[in-house]
């Protein structure tokens, strides 16, 4: 076996802090090269340094240079990422619409229909539980708002934030996005359970519908 030279990005992540090696250069270690001209051209051709991952398996396959276990090999990093950050909900402290966004978009971001989701909180606002509430249209008529506050009375949370994405990618609010919210907030308001945001999450961007001060007055 030929010893790495320091220019490849395996060498670099052996005796280099991973978080010093580029987009590029862990690409190359997930497609085993030993240079970045393939990873260079996958990230080009898909559109961006994270799009590979996302890439359907099909198309992926049909790259010159991937074939299906280089495909699988990139499929398999990015399931693996979502699972990670889903691990630990527990240890998870929202602070911030930002940090609500970061816990919930790797596993939002690529869903083909529209899901509602309630996140469960405690008094620390650590996350305690993932509730997924609806699937599919999200009729605001249909939607039970006692369904929303079940497990939060169940697990005793302090309070909630409701969640669901746009699979257009665009998370711009619609009339029935602030209807459903203010039905939340004033549900709560009644059984004592506080509602700390409602998020809409799109294909690469979110929105804070209480950061907008939208339902929320």
Not at 8 to 25: C, F, Y
Not at 32 to 51: A, F, H, T, V, Y
Not at 166 to 194: F, M, N, W, Y
Request: include cysteine; charged fraction near 25%.
């Amino acid at each position: 076996m030929n010893p790495l030279t320091s220019d490849q990005p395996q060498h670099r992540i052996v005796h280099h802090d991973s978080g010093a090696l580029s987009n590029t250069e862990l690409l190359s270690i997930v497609l085993d090269q030993k240079d970045n001209r393939l990873s260079e051209r996958l990230i080009q051709q898909c559109g961006g340094p994270m799009e590979p991952y996302r890439t359907d398996l099909i198309e992926l396959r049909g790259i010159h240079g991937i074939g299906p276990v280089r495909a699988a090999r990139l499929k398999a990093v990015y399931e693996l990422s979502k699972r990670l950050n889903w691990d630990y909900p527990a240890r998870t402290k929202i602070n911030s619409p930002a940090d609500l966004a970061q816990f919930v978009r790797l596993q939002m971001a690529d869903l083909v229909q529209e899901e509602l989701w309630v996140l469960l909180l405690n008094t620390r606002l650590c996350i305690i539980e993932v509730v997924h509430l609806y699937k599919g249209s999200l009729d605001t008529t249909l939607i039970r708002i006692g369904e929303v506050f079940a497990a939060a009375i169940k697990h005793h949370a302090a309070m909630v934030t409701i969640v669901h994405n746009h699979p257009s990618g665009d998370p711009s609010p619609s009339p029935e996005d602030l209807v459903l919210t203010r039905q939340v907030i004033e549900a709560g308001k009644l059984l004592g359970i506080g509602v700390l945001d409602s998020l809409i999450v799109g294909k690469d961007r979110f929105v804070s519908l209480k950061e907008r001060g939208l339902a929320f007055e």
